[in-house]
């Protein structure tokens, strides 16, 4: 069909002309700028082979002149090739009414982007791959204790100084202890100190495929020239070179040509060097360097690591209840978080702030053991602890249907103010907790406001038979009579 011979070029095909050209001009340029500069556009008339295009600004009208009128005239041809002419024209009605213009945010939805999980690599120099650092493993981010201190240190003394005295080194230790996060974050330092470094970071199953592709077609020359460009090679994991005689031998290259360039070696195992199983020339260069172990964090450091976990994942935990975790997950760090992330999830979807019995019944179901199990059995039955905060939080939430959420923010919405002032009431009553504790929890009021509350509520409940009623049954609920 053509538009602009058309004489019916009624504002409703105008419309769809007009979608059917931002169709064709939206791949083609930044979804940013699309947006920005075709948000309230419309299409005003085509008509004598010319497309009059409404701006709703007249500040965008040199921007469309200067950047986007070939575009468009290009795309409208290409859809009715009679089009001669683009022309634009300032109508700031547009900007206000939405049954003129194009939903652009409906029709043009932002794409999420596909993530590929522990495949995103970056290229560097002359085909050298690394996987990509994540930002999340710093050395600021890593919670020091007994455990770690000396696999710390050692890797604080490499980001200062890659390639010195601390060379290779050797981490080694159990799963989830922090290797993984160590290695990246050292990486991550020495970019930050001397962004022109060639870093890469790769895994012993990777570099294990790196060689077999190389073999395969005959590239090894290339191989071994690219991997001696590097300034700092890490590789993790690398208990898995065991039987892998050609790999090792690559790697006892790599090694040695790096190591005699002064570069910098990091490797993790879930075993010291001794234990790996690898050509003795290979062990014996490994214990040549420094090697520094981590280990089960000591119940103080996972209770630090909680308490870091906990202001990352912005989620408001109370003490007791982050000491109860670190009492009874005492496996791994990787446990510690697993726990974390479903107690955020159960907080988010379902606003129940975590509680002491709502942790241990994560704990259960994350718990695949059934020697652990046991362990936890008594959980159910053990006496019950005195009712938390987050306790009263809950039953106060659940009786009067409104969320933990509304009732700790800012809203004066009538049917919250009571339970608000019930849950602080009962919170000085029975939890003990001072004025100013307790308006720490209610969005940090102070500490008046929580006065003021139980005045009221201890008021109301002498001539509110209703209320006292509803108060008796919270009490018993939370078993404070
Ligand atoms: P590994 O490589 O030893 O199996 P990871 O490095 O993958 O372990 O650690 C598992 C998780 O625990 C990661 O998310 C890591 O950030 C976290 N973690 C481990 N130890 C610490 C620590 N000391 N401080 C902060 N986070 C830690
Ligand atoms: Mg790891």
New binding site residues.
């Given amino acids: 069909m053509s538009y602009a011979s058309s004489s019916s070029t009624g504002v409703a095909s105008l419309q769809e002309f007009w979608l059917d050209i931002l169709r064709k001009i939206e791949p083609k340029i930044q979804r940013s700028q699309f947006i920005t500069w075709f948000k309230g556009t419309a299409l005003l008339g085509c008509e004598d082979r010319t497309l009059v295009v409404g701006l709703p600004l007249p500040m965008s009208l040199n921007w469309h002149l200067e950047h986007y009128r070939g575009l468009t005239l290009e795309i409208a041809r290409e859809l009715d090739p009679s089009i001669e002419q683009v022309v634009y024209k300032v109508d700031v009605g547009l900007k206000d009414d939405p049954s003129r213009t194009t939903d652009l945010l409906q029709h043009f939805p932002e794409q999420k982007k596909r993530k590929v999980a522990g495949k995103q690599e970056v290229k560097l120099a002359e085909g050298i791959v690394s996987k990509i650092l994540s930002p999340?493993?710093t050395l600021e981010?890593?919670?020091?204790?007994a455990s770690?201190r000396l696999a710390y240190a050692a890797c604080q003394a490499v980001a200062g100084q890659p390639g010195g005295r601390y060379n290779p080194l050797f981490l080694y230790?159990g799963?989830?202890?922090?290797?993984?996060?160590?290695l990246q974050a050292t990486g991550n330092a020495i970019l930050h100190n001397m962004p022109k470094s060639t870093v890469v970071y790769t895994t012993t199953e990777d570099f294990t495929n790196q060689v077999i592709e190389a073999i395969q077609h005959q590239k090894m020359e290339q191989f071994r020239r690219r991997y001696r460009m590097v300034d700092v090679l890490i590789i993790d994991d690398v208990q898995f070179l065991a039987n892998k005689e050609r790999t090792q031998e690559e790697f006892f290259h790599t090694f040695n040509a790096l190591y005699e360039e002064h570069k910098q070696i990091i490797v993790?195992a879930d075993r010291p060097p001794q234990e790996l199983q690898l050509e003795d020339r290979l062990t014996s260069r490994f214990e040549r360097g420094m090697i520094a172990d981590?280990s089960t964090?000591e119940y103080e450091?996972r209770l630090a690591?909680l308490v870091?976990k906990a202001k990352e994942y912005q989620l408001f935990i109370d003490m007791t209840v982050l000491q109860f975790i670190a009492e009874h997950a005492n496996k791994n760090?990787?446990e510690l978080?697993g726990i974390l992330m479903q107690a955020v999830a159960q907080y988010e979807l379902e606003q129940r702030m975590p509680s002491v019995k709502s942790i241990a019944d994560i704990m259960r179901k994350l718990n695949k053991d059934p020697h652990a199990e046991a362990e936890f059995v008594g959980f159910d039955v053990a006496p019950r602890r005195q009712s938390t905060f987050q306790d009263v939080l809950e039953a106060v939430s659940r009786y009067y249907s409104v969320s933990v959420q509304d009732m700790i923010g800012q809203s004066r919405v009538r049917e919250i103010l009571i339970p608000r002032q019930i849950a602080m009431y009962l919170l000085k009553k029975y939890v003990r907790m001072s004025h100013v504790r307790v308006g720490e929890v209610f969005s940090g009021r102070d500490h008046t406001t929580v006065m003021n509350a139980y005045g009221k509520i201890e008021g109301k409940l002498q001539n509110d038979p209703q209320l006292l009623r509803e108060m008796r049954s919270l009490e018993k609920e939370l078993d404070f009579v």
């Fill in positions: 999340r493993y981010s890593f919670i020091v204790g770690n230790g799963v989830g202890l922090g290797k993984t996060h160590l993790a981590v964090p450091t690591i870091e760090v990787r978080e």
